[in-house]
């Protein structure tokens, strides 16, 4: 089975940056696809960013588009989420997931990591 491990998360001032880590092992990342999720709280989790496996396009929400990046490394087994220009607003719980589900949600999604806590403040 395939394991996800998020990393790089924690305490940015508003306008700082970020790179999230989401590192697999016990398999190759999806084929369908990894993406970032995150669950602010007191709301419903919506995505973030994905990446498809296959040709390596990409998906973003509207409101990171032009602040966060998505990338991989397909030797390391990893995916990124560069967040820049981060705003209070983008406070979350960030989590990996990746498999053949839904970008907007996380819907039928195969693996997700724990999550990792994102908290912009001054």
């Known amino acids: 089975q395939v394991q996800l491990v998020e990393s790089g998360g924690g305490l940015v001032q508003p306008g700082g940056s970020l790179r999230l880590s989401c590192a697999g092992s016990g398999g190759t990342l999806d084929d369908y696809g990894t993406g970032w999720f995150r669950q602010a709280p007191g709301k419903e989790r919506e995505g973030v960013s994905c990446i498809r496996s296959y040709d390596g396009s990409t998906y973003y929400a509207d409101s990171v588009k032009g602040r966060f990046t998505i990338s991989r490394d397909n030797a390391k087994n990893t995916v990124y989420l560069e967040m820049n220009s981060l705003k209070v607003e983008h406070t979350a719980v960030y989590y990996c997931?990746?498999?053949?589900?839904?970008?907007?949600?996380?819907?039928?999604?195969?693996?997700w990591g724990k999550g990792i806590l994102v908290t912009v403040s001054s």
């Open positions: 997931a990746t498999g053949g589900g839904s970008c907007s949600d996380g819907y039928g999604m195969d693996y």
